[in-house]
């Protein structure tokens, strides 16, 4: 192999499609031909702290047995958009907090709460998961017997989300008795989510393309937002047919508002209201 200091040239058209094939096999993750430069800059980067300055060696390098999957494993994490913040679409969060207190109230929970926040990038989505089911179970008097399985193809963005420490800026969204409940200041001027609530979110590593081969679930919340946007209509339809089997019955399935306009199930029956879109699961147990 032939590493240099150089730095990468272009990409051509054939070698994004080739890449741009690479991503999307490996993580649904469909680019358009004005995402060239954005794909360019990321692989050359990479390309660049590795000293290599051919694309097609790199490419080789990252679909080469073991030690490409790990080399992907980094990559992978400068390729898909990370965004996200607290409470980042409060009416879906407020979706849940209604449909946790209609449980309580109507004396209808069984065993443990489940939430399964899928895409949760940096952490911000599961904790703001695990604040409103935790203002729940305190306001009853429950003991906090709830968890979020929290899941990203991210290594990086997973590593950053187990510490729970954020910077100031992040905490913007959040009302300030959210933060003075569910926050602590560290010694360097950041905040850092109560360790009640990180004991109860569990991030674990998983790509929702391959949803199929995962350990079944049952869920009482699945919450996916701003990841399915970026996948093709028959993705997007077979990962929401497969979250849909991972609900328990009267279960319910979160995603972002016009991210699927046209799926439908069997056993899920659409919210009515235009703030969020949710759907439920019948009570028929299967
Ligand atoms: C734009 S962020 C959305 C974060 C959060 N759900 C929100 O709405 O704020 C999308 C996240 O999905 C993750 N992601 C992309 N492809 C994925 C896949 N195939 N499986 C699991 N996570 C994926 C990315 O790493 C990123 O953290």
């Known amino acids: 192999m032939v590493w240099s200091l150089q730095t990468p040239s272009a990409l051509t058209d054939s070698q994004f499609v080739q890449w741009s094939k690479l991503l999307e096999e490996r993580t649904g993750i469909q680019l358009s031909a004005q995402q ?3 794909l360019q800059s990321q692989v050359a980067m990479r390309m660049r702290e590795l000293g290599c300055s051919d694309y097609n060696q790199y490419y080789q390098q990252v679909t080469d047995g073991l030690s490409g999957l790990m080399e992907w494993s980094i990559l992978v994490d400068r390729l898909t958009v990370k965004e996200t913040s607290f409470f980042r679409h409060r009416p879906s969060l407020e979706y849940v907090r209604r449909f946790i ?3 309580i109230n109507n004396r209808e929970l069984q065993g ?7 895409g949760c990038a940096s952490g911000e989505e599961p904790y703001s998961l695990a604040m409103v089911a935790n203002d729940c179970f305190e306001l009853a008097a429950l003991a906090p017997y709830y968890g979020v399985t929290a899941m990203d193809i ?5 590593g950053q989300a187990r510490t729970g420490v954020y910077a100031t800026r992040k905490l913007e969204q959040l009302h300030p008795d959210e933060v003075a409940r569910y926050f602590r200041r560290t010694d360097n001027g950041n905040f850092q989510v109560v360790e009640k609530l990180r004991d109860r979110v569990c991030f674990s ?3 929702v393309t391959r949803i199929g081969s995962m350990p079944p679930v049952n869920m009482d919340v699945i919450f996916c937002q701003n990841l399915l946007v970026y996948f093709r209509r028959w993705l997007r339809r077979d990962i929401l047919n497969a979250f849909a089997e991972r609900l328990k019955p009267g279960g319910v399935l979160i995603i972002g508002l016009g991210e699927s306009v046209d799926w439908e199930h069997p056993s899920l029956k659409r ?3 235009t703030e ?5 699961r019948d009570q028929r147990q299967e």
């Open 101 to 103: 207190q209609n449980r």
């Open 154 to 158: 991210s290594n990086a963005a997973l």
């Open 205 to 207: 590593h998983g790509n």
């Open 112 to 118: 443990s709460f489940d939430i399964w926040s899928v």
């Open 36 to 38: 060239k430069t954005l």
């Open 276 to 280: 969020v879109q949710a759907y439920i």
């Open 271 to 273: 919210v009515v209201g």
